[in-house]
């Protein structure tokens, strides 16, 4: 499946969430903290207001509550707008 974000929209895989423990007990996934990172998978155009800076391939950070959480073919990605991102990771 393809997916093309639309205006300011960008596509983000976020980073696995770091596997816990706690005295032997392994914390469930619904315990663990989302990851504030992740990789941009694909971008929108962007608008007449707001050129899209953000490109396929750059990691980023995001805030804690960014985005709406989509299922793709069982692989879980994040959809927000380009104003959420708040830094691109430069390696």
């Known amino acids: 499946m393809n ?4 205006a300011d929209r960008v596509l983000v895989l976020p980073d696995p ?7 032997g007990l392994i914390i469930p996934d619904t315990a ?3 990851p504030l990172s992740g990789q941009v998978v694909a971008v929108g155009n962007g608008t007449k207001d ?3 800076i953000l490109k396929p391939g750059d990691s980023v950070l995001y ?13 879980k990605y994040l959809i927000m707008r380009q104003s959420d ?3 691109v990771v430069e390696k």
């Open 63 to 75: 805030g804690k509550y960014a985005g709406t959480e989509i299922d793709v073919q069982g692989e």
């Open 3 to 6: 997916i093309k974000p639309l």
């Open 50 to 52: 707001e050129e899209m």
């Open 32 to 34: 663990k903290e989302k």
């Open 85 to 87: 991102v708040v830094a």
């Open 17 to 23: 969430a770091e596997e816990k423990t706690v005295g």
